[in-house]
């Protein structure tokens, strides 16, 4: 198997190659599904929920104690803002001590009451074996914690992937749970990071050793992890995209709308799935709405990531922005209107609105991954749920509304795993995050992140 350097660290910034890496060799990686597999026997069998929460503890606080330094890692390797940056690290240790402080709730078993019959009947959360994430690069630290963070604490143990442009922040995690196991007397092996290409990636899916596969990144890549692990009877998870509606039916202070709508659409520099990314306005708000948006989107900062102030670094890489960049073109030429923005430079994009997007423009159906905001007029509320739902994706969604009654219908008609009702931004560790439709399968976060990749075990003692 090649051992070429696929793992690369290219400052999106600058153009600048600083560091690559060789994927691993195939010895490289049968020792680290040996490793998993070796430590989940004893992980899992002769270790409490709560000593698992305690070395998932720690490394929560080696996140904090660290984080200028995994900050530092993640503006280079992907271009995040260093405050932004910052702010990741911060709700990766969230998640990991959220995780820690519920480890015996989350593990406890359910009782059943039997309908008749003596005797007890309880549902057991057991651990499945070695799993292996395979993680992308637009948050490379809370995306493997809210994946790593529930696993370890039922039992299981973890083989990661990252994404090759994220080698250095791979190896940061790495050494925080080698750090961690190593004060608490913890067998090597509970989470083995590994730069696999995606032939080998294909292969550690396949082994009968490894339990299931969870992925976090595009479409085209979920439905090549999915078509594997079903050929060989996986569990498999998948968090796949998002074209997210953000539908503003009323509202009593419009300037704080606006300020929501772009901090909803340019956070992580646009590049997140559940960044709102279709702003549906109702016919009397819509021309305003358009007017404070353009001008708040055009006031955001981009620059230097390294620099204090900059709200928008550059997108992830080179090819990303030309990505971005001819998803635009493509929408202006099929009619859509360019109100500011369209234009780039190296890696970076500027702030973007587009307006006059119909049916059979590309840019109606496309994700776009990137600080672009497309906006489009409605008659009322059933013309903007309509709007809403005409997509492939089903991930998250937001809501405005001074009426609760509407919010609560709204609510329920959209077509999503998630709908926040006159907020933004407010994922929190307690919160389950997952779609439907074509953004994905699974929930991780929250409690229900636990039961993903679980044994619910019945046993049925006879009285």
């Given at each position: ?12 910034a ?23 597999t ?14 698992r929460?305690?070395l ?9 104690e ?20 910052l702010?990741e ?22 009782p059943?009451d ?22 992308p ?15 370890l ?13 994220c ?7 790495q ?10 007397g ?15 990636a294909?292969?550690v ?15 085209r890549?979920?439905?090549a ?12 998870a ?8 953000f ?10 709308v606006?300020e929501?709508?772009?901090a909803?659409?340019l ?5 997140s799935?559940?960044?709102?990314k ?6 009397d708000l819509?021309e305003p ?5 353009t ?10 990531p ?24 493509r929408?202006v030429?099929?009619?859509a209107?360019l ?49 809403a ?14 009426d609760a ?7 329920d ?7 926040f009702?006159?907020?933004?931004l407010a ?12 953004s994905?399968t ?10 993903e990749?679980?044994n619910k075990?019945?046993i049925?003692?006879a009285?």
């Amino acid at each position: 198997m090649s051992t070429s350097s696929e793992y690369r660290v290219v400052n999106p910034a600058t153009g600048q190659e600083l560091d690559s890496y060789p994927t691993a060799t195939d010895e490289e990686v049968e020792a680290a599904i040996a490793a998993a597999t070796e430590a989940h026997r004893g992980w899992s069998r002769s270790s409490t929920a709560v000593q698992r929460g305690e070395l998932v503890r720690r490394v929560a606080q080696l996140h904090r104690e660290r984080r200028e330094e995994l900050a530092d890692a993640i503006v280079r390797e992907m271009g995040k803002p260093k405050e932004a940056a910052l702010g990741e690290v911060d709700f990766a240790a969230d998640i990991y001590e959220y995780y820690a402080d519920r480890a015996e709730q989350l593990t406890a078993d359910q009782p059943i009451d039997l309908l008749g019959g003596e005797g007890t009947a309880v549902v057991r959360r057991a651990s499945l074996g070695p799993l292996l994430g395979i993680m992308p690069w637009n948050f490379p630290y809370y995306q493997v914690a809210r994946f790593a963070g529930p696993n370890l604490v039922v039992g299981n143990t973890i083989i990661l992937k990252h994404a090759p442009q994220c080698p250095v922040s791979a190896e940061l995690i790495q050494k925080a749970f080698d750090d961690a196991a190593a004060e608490l007397g913890v067998p090597a092996g509970a989470y083995v990071n590994v730069r696999l290409s995606n032939d080998q990636a294909a292969a550690v899916i396949g082994d009968p050793r490894v339990a299931g596969v969870s992925l976090t990144g595009s479409e085209r890549a979920g439905a090549a992890v999915a078509e594997i692990a079903g050929r060989h009877l996986k569990k498999v998870a998948l968090e796949l995209g998002g074209s997210d509606p953000f539908v503003l039916l009323s509202t009593d202070d419009l300037d704080a709308v606006v300020e929501q709508a772009v901090a909803a659409r340019l956070d992580n520099t646009g590049q997140s799935c559940n960044a709102a990314k279709r702003f549906i306005v109702v016919e009397d708000l819509y021309e305003p709405f358009v007017e404070k948006i353009t001008a708040k989107m055009a006031e955001a900062t981009t620059g230097d990531p390294f620099a204090d102030g900059t709200d928008l670094g550059p997108l992830s890489s080179l090819a990303a922005a030309e990505r971005l960049a001819d998803q635009v073109d493509r929408a202006v030429a099929a009619g859509a209107t360019l109100v500011t923005g369209g234009t780039r430079d190296g890696a970076f994009y500027a702030p973007t609105v587009l307006t006059d997007v119909v049916p059979g423009n590309p840019a109606y159906s496309e994700e776009l991954f990137g600080p672009v905001a497309v906006v489009y007029r409605v008659a009322d509320e059933d013309d903007a749920v309509e709007l809403a739902n005409d997509t492939a994706y089903g991930l998250g969604s937001y809501v405005f509304t001074t009426d609760a009654a509407q919010a609560e219908r709204v609510a329920d008609k959209i077509e999503a795993g998630m709908v926040f009702v006159n907020c933004v931004l407010a994922d929190s560790p307690e919160l389950p995050f997952g779609g439907v439709k074509r953004s994905g399968t699974s929930r991780e976060m929250g409690t229900l992140a636990a039961d993903e990749f679980v044994n619910k075990k019945l046993i049925r003692v006879a009285g």
